[in-house]
């Protein structure tokens, strides 16, 4: 016998069970170890890739909360700025009819106190001075119930009164209203009118004054040789579009913002009141659609008018 | 064919008698008046649905004359009827409250769309006036 130590059954020797264990269980053991260690790098993997997951997706969650924060912080000044620049316009209107109605007040009242200082002179009243005084008093008052009669007439012409619309006409009368001030400035009109476009149903007078708003303005931005193209086109859901394209001046990104507001203009003082286009901005937006711009300096403007099919008048 | 009552408003005799005469054998009511004046005293006197008013008139022009119609009668539809185009007293016209313009010479059947449409127009405001009162 070579090896001397006493072989029992189940007491084998460190190197024999390794050496049973290479022989006969060495793939199996190797295949656990993988697989132990695999679930083990796999568990750490996945924790770490869980890990990575949250920590981006609360990163990604800040970002996002943090940006409708900021969205909702512009849209609030945004807001404030509209209503601010609203509040403006409105100052500015008061002061004009504050204005307009205080002038008659203060004859009125120069009137009024000096025929009071008549009466209490102890000598006789000139009547030829009283009469003139009162008849004074009545012209200031008929102009002053003017100005609220104007300003009455321009609220009730507020509500549109909805009839038939044909565009394509109505746009066409407006095209040849300014044909001989274009043909002058030798200012090419080009009119692209779907054939098929629906009848709408809208406010005829105030669709044309918009209309020759923007054509006029479109003019005056091309001043001398140009093209105007004015196009209609259906559009969806149920509106159609108005397109007004001219090859002007154009206005810059700054402005852009602005032309929308009463009072800005940026024609020369006296050529424009700035109430062109805020006028077209109410009455298309009370004809329940949208006029924008697009425009760029040099090359020209593009307005786009956008009108629903069907106007359902809103009670004011 | 509904008849409605329309004014006509031109300085130039000829033409605003045969429009007369046109429109009357359309059943219609018309009245003429030869300058601006004339046409505010007519309307103290009678009701009219359509104002057929020229632009250009000697004295008291066109838009004067839309002006003061508006302040005595706001709901009277006006139609600005004009010889050459003119854009300042087009966009005047509408700001004043024009219903809309027609170009002369004029078809008479372009015109009487446009009575039609201006009549419905005022016959609408009516209604939209008396139900808000």
């Known amino acids: 016998?070579?090896?001397?130590?006493?072989?029992?059954?189940?007491?084998?020797?460190?190197?024999?069970?390794?050496?049973?264990?290479?022989?006969?269980?060495?793939?199996?053991?190797?295949?656990?170890?993988?697989?132990?260690?695999?679930?083990?790098?796999?568990?750490?993997?996945?924790?770490?890739?869980?890990?990575?997951?949250?920590?981006?997706?609360?990163?990604?969650?800040?970002?996002?909360?943090?940006?409708?924060?900021?969205?909702?912080?512009?849209?609030?000044?945004?807001?404030?700025?509209?209503q601010s620049q609203k509040l403006a316009a409105l100052g500015k209107l008061s002061a004009g009819l504050a204005h307009e109605i205080n002038n008659p007040l203060a004859i009125i009242r120069q009137e009024a106190e000096w025929l009071l200082f008549l009466c209490r002179q102890s000598e006789p009243l000139d009547m030829t001075e009283a009469i003139s005084g009162l008849r004074q008093i009545l012209k200031q008052v008929d102009r002053s119930r003017e100005i609220t009669t104007n300003l009455l007439n321009f609220a009730r012409r507020q509500q549109p009164i909805v009839q038939a619309v044909n565009l394509n006409r109505l746009v066409g009368d407006m095209v040849r209203l300014v044909a001989k001030e274009t043909e002058q400035r030798r200012i090419t009109v080009v009119t692209q009118l779907a054939p098929d476009l629906p009848s709408i149903n809208s406010d005829a007078p105030l669709l044309r004054q918009v209309i020759l708003n923007l054509l006029n303005n479109a003019m005056q931005a091309i001043d001398q040789d140009g093209t105007i193209t004015i196009s209609t086109q259906p559009t969806e859901p149920e509106a159609i579009l108005i397109q007004i394209h001219d090859t002007g001046c154009g206005i810059s990104k700054e402005l852009l913002p602005r032309i929308f507001d009463p009072f800005f203009t940026t024609k020369p003082q006296g050529k424009g009141t700035g109430l062109g286009l805020s006028i077209c901005h109410g009455i298309i937006e009370r004809l329940g659609g949208t006029i924008t711009v697009a425009s760029e300096v040099g090359k020209g403007s593009t307005f786009t008018v956008k009108l629903p099919i069907t106007l359902t008048p809103k009670e004011i | 064919?509904?008849?409605?009552?329309?004014?006509?408003?031109?300085?130039?005799?000829?033409?605003?008698?045969?429009?007369?005469?046109?429109?009357?054998?359309?059943?219609?009511?018309?009245?003429?008046?030869?300058?601006?004046?004339?046409?505010?005293?007519?309307?103290?006197?009678?009701?009219?649905?359509?104002?057929?008013?020229?632009v250009k008139m000697p004295g008291m022009d066109g838009i004067e004359t839309l002006r003061a119609i508006k302040q005595k009668k706001p709901l009277v539809e006006v139609i600005m009827l004009t010889g050459h185009a003119s854009v300042e007293s087009g966009i005047q016209g509408m700001q004043l409250g024009a219903f809309d313009y027609v170009m002369k010479p004029v078809a008479l059947d372009d015109l009487m769309d446009k009575l039609r449409q201006a009549y419905e127009r005022r016959v609408l405001q009516l209604e939209y006036g008396r139900k808000n009162i």
């Open chain 1, 1 to 82: 016998m070579t090896d001397s130590t006493p072989h029992l059954p189940g007491q084998e020797s460190w190197p024999g069970l390794w050496h049973h264990l290479a022989v006969y269980g060495s793939s199996w053991l190797v295949a656990m170890l993988a697989i132990i260690l695999g679930m083990f790098v796999s568990l750490l993997l996945g924790l770490v890739a869980a890990l990575a997951a949250g920590l981006s997706f609360l990163t990604i969650h800040r970002l996002l909360r943090q940006k409708a924060v900021a969205d909702q912080e512009k849209h609030l000044v945004d807001e404030q700025l509209l």
């Open chain 2, 1 to 54: 064919m509904e008849t409605f009552r329309i004014l006509i408003v031109d300085d130039e005799d000829d033409f605003r008698e045969a429009i007369m005469k046109r429109l009357r054998a359309r059943k219609m009511e018309v009245a003429g008046a030869n300058s601006g004046p004339k046409a505010l005293e007519m309307l103290d006197e009678q009701e009219f649905d359509v104002i057929v008013l020229d």
